[in-house]
Nanobody, 125 residues
Framework: QVQLVESGGGLVQAGGSLRLSCAAS????????MGWFRQAPGKEREFVAG????????YYGGSVKGRFTISRDNAKNTVSLAMNSLKPEDTAVYYC??????????????????WGQGTQVTVSA
């Protein structure tokens, strides 16, 4: 049974930092690209960042590039998202996903087979 469990969300002031983690189990972690997506109320799920299973290439959404950093630890089956210079518009539920996609497919939710339950990130002005 595959499980993705996110942690690290919370309330932070604008300009602050948070670090999200996603622990994966029940799958061969090194066979999966890992991605972070977010969804705010009334909006579609938005790509935040992804890291490829092939060569750990990283991909970022335009609104977070330069502020967020994704990394993976294949020994611990975890993927992390370091978020700096947070803005109120970063407020959303953040989801971790796992899929076999590479390249441009990393940016689409349809490329991910497994999802976590999500963790809330709230950035106050």
């Amino acid at each position: 049974q595959v499980q993705l469990v996110e942690s690290g969300g919370g309330l932070v002031q604008a300009g602050g930092s948070l670090r999200l983690s996603c622990a994966a189990s029940g799958l061969t972690f090194t066979d999966y690209t890992m991605g972070w997506f977010r969804q705010a109320p009334g909006k579609e799920r938005e790509f935040v960042a992804g890291i490829s299973w092939t060569d750990s290439s990283t991909y970022y959404g335009g609104s977070v590039k330069g502020r967020f950093t994704i990394s993976r630890d294949n020994a611990k089956n975890t993927v992390s998202l370091a978020m700096n210079s947070l803005k109120p518009e970063d407020t959303a539920v953040y989801y971790c996903g796992a899929g076999g996609v590479t390249g441009l497919g990393v940016r689409s939710p349809s490329g991910y087979v497994y999802w976590g339950q999500g963790t809330q990130v709230t950035v106050s002005a």
